[in-house]
């Protein structure tokens, strides 16, 4: 089965110079130009050996890191068509482990693995160069290899399983906004970096945070020792092993599901509705979603909260402090504030709470769906805040310690606001007037506290490592980043449930506040 797979991989590159002359002609000027670039980047990593120690671990992790990272987005966001999907198997009868083996395998017949291959013997020689051993360098870039062939097969299985059926103008969007998470930040990077005094430190800091993470561990391994070693080499195992296991999963999915062709004219006009899943909730976040992009109120509160975060540093920078670190204070007060902006928003949503209400929607699906919308704003837009942040303290080394605090900030007031939404609404301004204009209400302020308050104080842990990390190293940025990320997941997945829990129960009192308003 392996061998005729592989026959039939080749048998499709070597059909791809059948076609027209002029067709063949672009094909063959663009595998020229690409073999000219791998072969350039191939000789420049392979000097790299004679390079000062330093230099060559900073620029091969940084380099491969890219390449993992690669692997795994441009295959979901490309939408191309896989000669390989397992499905195109299904009717051999084939177990999902035997077959998604066999897939990877004739995965390394392509122009993608052929160019990583070459990556890897360059970058064993000039590992070698440097004084590692040949079998620790050629089994890193064995492990570098299969991570970018698995993520790669795991970025196609799930694009065609969630994305090749709802392409349109917003799943368009939303893979741009996905994609500007990844790239500004880089882009922004890569501009600050001054190489006139040789290496920049930032891209050493970079390269030290990457030989930790997942894309970047297996191109850490040869150039390390002791516990460093056993470090990046347990990260990059395991990332293997997670998307072998993910790979498998996807493999028997698509191989045991069957998806119904939906014609392309029955989706056209949808919009939000044929992007978001078929579930309660992603029918609940499309609507959120089209009400939020099209209320002047929604969109006033958007327009606030970065100018809000920007106007409270002024009197500090008047007072004379100094810009590096007034820099660090608008990202956290974003993320807190975009947060708490879900604290009540089912009062802004009064005119359609009764079809949830009276559909039977399950409370977990009604939170989840109202999260959507703040989400898809909030996180491209805490991204760039934070990179522009970061960039202008000049410290690359606390990225992670400022994304960790972020996020607790933002899940923590999001995971709050979906309790006291359900549990305690107050009137806002009624739909239909100017986003300004100010209710009358008999409350609401314990609900505006307890979010605000209650998301720094959950977040305490989060804002100390965070404030370790700027007075003691950035040896507390990882404990920062993690630390608020679990924070943040967690307390957001209680709220959404006890929330969920409060509106089932209170639905009848959340219509009655729905018709007083």
Same mark, same amino acid.
């Given at each position: ?6 026959? %039939? *991989?080749?048998?499709?590159? $070597? ?8 067709? /063949?002609?672009?094909?063959v ?15 420049? /990593?392979?000097? %790299? ?16 890191? !890219? ?28 177990p ?11 995965? %390394? &017949?392509?122009?993608?693995? @052929?160019?990583?291959?070459?990556f ?18 050629v !089994? ?34 939303? +893979? ?16 600050? +970096? ?8 930032q891209l ?9 993470? =997942? ?22 195992l395991?990332?293997? +092993?997670?998307?072998?296991? +993910?790979?498998?999963?996807? /493999?028997?999915? @698509? ?7 939906? =014609?392309?004219?029955?989706? *056209? ?6 992007? @978001? ?7 609940? $976040? ?12 929604h ?11 920007l ?20 990202? =956290?007060?974003?993320?807190? %504030? ?28 009604? *939170? ?22 970061v ?15 972020? &996020? ?28 300004? #204009? ?18 720094? /104080? ?34 957001l ?21 729905? #018709?007083?308003?």
């Amino acid at each position: 089965m392996v061998a005729h797979l592989l026959g %039939l *991989r080749l048998a499709l590159l $070597a059909g791809s110079v059948r076609a027209r002359p002029a067709v /063949v002609a672009r094909r063959v000027f663009a595998t020229l130009a690409l073999v000219v670039a791998v072969v350039a980047v191939c000789v420049a /990593v392979v000097r %790299l050996g004679d390079a000062a120690s330093g230099t060559a671990s900073t620029l091969l992790i940084t380099a491969g890191s !890219f390449i993992v990272a690669g692997f795994l987005l441009v295959p979901l966001f490309a939408g191309a068509e896989d000669p390989l999907d397992p499905r195109r198997f299904g009717p051999l009868g084939l177990p999902p482990g035997r077959l998604a083996a066999t897939i990877v395998l004739a995965s %390394l &017949v392509s122009v993608p693995a @052929m160019v990583v291959i070459a990556f890897g013997v360059a970058v064993v020689t000039a590992w070698t160069q440097q004084g590692a051993s040949v079998p620790l360098a050629v !089994f890193a870039a064995v492990l570098g290899l299969a991570t970018c062939v698995v993520g790669a097969r795991c970025a196609m299985a799930i694009g065609a399983l969630a994305l090749r059926d709802r392409r349109g103008p917003q799943l368009t969007g939303l +893979l741009v906004v996905a994609a500007s998470v990844l790239v500004v930040p880089a882009a922004v990077f890569l501009v600050s +970096l001054d190489w006139s005094g040789g290496l920049p430190t930032q891209l050493t800091e970079a390269a030290s945070a990457l030989a930790v993470s =997942p894309i970047g561990a297996a191109w850490a391994i040869p150039l390390r020792a002791g516990g460093d070693l056993a470090r990046a080499a347990v990260i990059a195992l395991l990332t293997l +092993l997670a998307l072998v296991l +993910l790979w498998w999963w996807l /493999v028997r999915r @698509m191989l045991t599901t069957t998806q119904r062709p939906v =014609p392309v004219r029955e989706r *056209r006009g949808l919009g939000w509705f044929a992007v @978001m899943p078929g579930l309660p909730s992603g029918v609940i $976040a499309a609507r959120s979603v089209v009400y939020w992009f099209s209320d002047p109120r929604h969109l006033a509160n958007i327009v606030i909260v970065p100018i809000a975060s920007l106007l409270v540093v002024v009197p500090l920078l008047v007072v004379g402090v100094p810009v590096q670190t007034v820099a660090l204070i608008p990202p =956290p007060l974003m993320a807190l %504030l975009l947060g708490w902006l879900a604290h009540n928003d089912l009062a802004y949503d009064s005119t359609g709470i009764w079809m949830h209400i009276a559909s039977g929607v399950r409370g977990i699906a009604d *939170r989840v769906g109202r999260l959507a919308p703040i989400m898809l704003i909030s996180v491209p837009l805490l991204a760039a805040a934070i990179t522009l942040s970061v960039w202008v303290h000049d410290r690359w080394s606390i990225l992670p310690a400022m994304v960790g605090v972020c &996020v607790s900030l933002f899940a923590c007031g999001l995971g709050l606001g979906s309790v006291t939404s359900a549990a305690a609404p107050y009137a806002v301004t009624r739909p239909g007037d100017g986003p300004f #204009e100010q209710p009358q209400r008999t409350g609401g302020g314990m609900a505006q506290a307890l979010v605000l308050f209650g998301a720094i /104080v959950v977040s305490a842990p989060a804002l100390w490592w965070g404030w370790l990390t700027l007075s003691r190293g950035a040896d507390y940025a990882w404990t920062a980043l993690w630390g608020g990320i679990i924070i943040g997941a967690v307390v957001l997945l209680a709220g959404v449930i006890v929330g969920g829990v409060v509106f089932e129960r209170r639905s009848s009192r959340l219509m009655e506040f729905a #018709e007083t308003m």
